[in-house]
T-cell receptor, first 110, second 111 residues
Framework: RKEVEQDPGPFNVPEGATVAFNCTYSNSASQSFFWYRQDCRKEPKLLMSVYSSGNEDGRFTAQLNRASQYISLLIRDSKLSDSATYLCVVNTGGSYIPTFGRGTSLIVHP | EAGVTQSPTHLIKTRGQQATLRCSPISGHTSVYWYQQALGLGLQFLLWYDEGEERNRGNFPPRFSGRQFPNYSSELNVNALELEDSALYLC??????????FGPGTRLTVL
C-alpha cells in the first residue's frame, strides 16, 4: 500500500459545483497534513494546512479523519480558475520528509 | 519578501553529461529540499539539507548529489545523465517545522 494515495481523476465539474477529494495515508504516526495546488508545469503552492478540528478558508474546507486515516478537501462554488492538480502532503512525526500524493486533477468547465 | 529562486529555468543536456541546478531559499529558511517530478508522476524526494549538512536522501542513485552553502543556498548535481533523468526539479525551503515553499523549478531535458 502506498504511503499517501489519491484518486488521480480527473474530476470534471461545471462552474458552481461542489467537489470533494479524499486522500488516504498509511502511517498512523502521521502528524501534520497539507493540501497544495499545482498548476500545469508550475511549482506546487500551499493551499491550506489541515487541522484536527477541520478548517475553512473561503470556498475551501479541509477535514482530517484520524480513525480512518484520510484527509479531505471540499471546494464549493467551483471557479474556472480552480482547475489544477491538488496534492495531498503528509508529515510523519519525527520525520522531516513530507510525503506527497500523486495528486488529483480537477477540471472546471463553463 | 522574495520567494525561493531556482536557476536555470531550463537546461538541456545530452546523455552522460553532468548537470548543476541551483536554489536560493527564502531569507531566514535554513532547510532546503530537492524533488524530482517526472512527467505524469508525483514528487519524488531527492535530498534534504539543513544548516549545511545533508540530513536525508531519497531512493536515488549516488550520481544525484548536492550541497548546501553557508548562506543556505543549495546546488544539486546529477552526473552521468540518463534519458530518464528528464524531469522538473523542484527546490523547496522551510524554517524549522513550518511548511515548505517551492521554487519555480528547473526543467531538465536529457537528449
Amino acid at each position: 500500500r502506498k504511503e499517501v494515495e489519491q484518486d488521480p481523476g480527473p474530476f470534471n465539474v461545471p462552474e458552481g459545483a461542489t467537489v470533494a477529494f479524499n486522500c488516504t495515508y498509511s502511517n498512523s504516526a502521521s502528524q501534520s497534513f497539507f493540501w497544495y495546488r499545482q498548476d500545469c508545469r508550475k511549482e506546487p503552492k500551499l493551499l491550506m494546512s489541515v487541522y484536527s478540528s477541520g478548517n475553512e478558508d473561503g470556498r475551501f474546507t479541509a477535514q482530517l479523519n484520524r480513525a480512518s486515516q484520510y484527509i479531505s478537501l471540499l471546494i464549493r462554488d467551483s471557479k474556472l480558475s480552480d482547475s489544477a492538480t491538488y496534492l495531498c502532503v503528509v508529515n510523519t512525526g519525527g520525520s522531516y520528509i513530507p510525503t506527497f500524493g500523486r495528486g488529483t486533477s480537477l477540471i472546471v468547465h463553463p | 519578501e522574495a520567494g525561493v529562486t531556482q536557476s536555470p529555468t531550463h537546461l538541456i543536456k545530452t546523455r552522460g553529461q553532468q548537470a548543476t541546478l541551483r536554489c536560493s531559499p527564502i531569507s531566514g529558511h535554513t532547510s532546503v529540499y530537492w524533488y524530482q517530478q517526472a512527467l505524469g508522476l508525483g514528487l519524488q524526494f531527492l535530498l534534504w539539507y539543513d544548516e549545511g549538512e545533508e540530513r536525508n536522501r531519497g531512493n536515488f542513485p549516488p550520481r544525484f548529489s548536492g550541497r548546501q552553502f553557508p548562506n543556505y543556498s543549495s546546488e544539486l548535481n546529477v552526473n552521468a545523465l540518463e534519458l530518464e533523468d528528464s524531469a522538473l526539479y523542484l527546490c523547496a525551503s522551510k524554517r524549522g517545522t513550518d511548511t515548505q515553499y517551492f521554487g519555480p523549478g528547473t526543467r531538465l531535458t536529457v537528449l
